[in-house]
Antibody, heavy 121, light 107 residues
Framework: QVQLVESGGSVVQPGRSLRLSCAASKFAFSTYGIHWVRQTPGKGLEWVAVMWSDESSKYYTDSVKGRFTISRDNSKNTLYLQMNSLRAEDTAVYYC??????????????WGQGTTVTVSS | DIQMTQSPSSVSAFVGDRVTITCRASQGIRSWLAWYQQKPGKAPKLLIYTASSLQSGVPSRFSGSGSGTDFTLTISSLQPEDSATYYCQQANSFPLTFGGGTKVEIK
């Protein structure tokens, strides 16, 4: 079935880096925009970034700009989130999610199971 | 950033009841609103997009309405499997933002 599977979550010290991956299957990955969304018990759901099928179009929430980079490898059907200079407040479950719309946001119709990032010394 | 405010934060109702959840945007977002259902330990599930369009496979007891700043998610006849937390999300502009959630419980 149509699926997204995240990986790469871990426990990491503040200031360190981590790369998350999101592997897609059973759909035309290269034609869809894909989001990263994170969730913490205290702050609920927080949108992090999106990359459209046009790889030049990407957007970030302010709190991760300059620290996180979203990228994709369409030949591998995989989306990435490179997270640098990690902070305690980046601790969350990170989900990747497929955008319904082709060139604008409608909603996210396919989600992964999530991968947990814990930033702690 | 556009702030999304949901009310109530929690609701408890009987099976068969009609349940209404409200979402208010801090500025107009036309019809660029989505609703999600999330059960414990699971990823969110898309229910409604563009304020009133039912996502494929979602039961017809779920409906959405509204435009501008005020939106509503209605469950017409609450079922036991509807026990979950519901979130609204604006899709009008970046950064995308979510409401704080409404927990629906079965009495």
């Amino acid at each position: 079935q149509v699926q997204l599977v995240e990986s790469g979550g871990s426990v990491v010290q503040p200031g360190r880096s981590l790369r998350l991956s999101c592997a897609a299957s059973k759909f035309a990955f290269s034609t869809y925009g894909i989001h990263w969304v994170r969730q913490t018990p205290g702050k609920g759901l927080e949108w992090v970034a999106v990359m459209w099928s046009d790889e030049s179009s990407k957007y970030y929430t302010d709190s991760v700009k300059g620290r996180f980079t979203i990228s994709r490898d369409n030949s591998k059907n995989t989306l990435y989130l490179q997270m640098n200079s990690l902070r305690a407040e980046d601790t969350a479950v990170y989900y990747c999610a497929r955008e319904v719309g082709e060139a604008s946001c409608y909603g996210m119709d396919v989600w992964g199971q999530g991968t947990t990032v814990t930033v702690s010394s | 950033d556009i702030q999304m405010t949901q009310s109530p934060s929690s609701v408890s109702a009987f099976v068969g009841d009609r349940v209404t959840i409200t979402c208010r945007a801090s500025q107009g977002i036309r019809s660029w609103l989505a609703w999600y259902q999330q059960k414990p330990g699971k990823a969110p599930k898309l229910l409604i997009y563009t304020a009133s369009s039912l996502q494929s496979g979602v039961p017809s007891r779920f409906s959405g309405s509204g435009s501008g700043t005020d939106f509503t998610l209605t469950i017409s006849s609450l079922q036991p499997e509807d026990s979950a937390t519901y979130y609204c999300q604006q899709a009008n502009s970046f950064p995308l933002t979510f409401g704080g959630g409404t927990k629906v419980e079965i009495k």
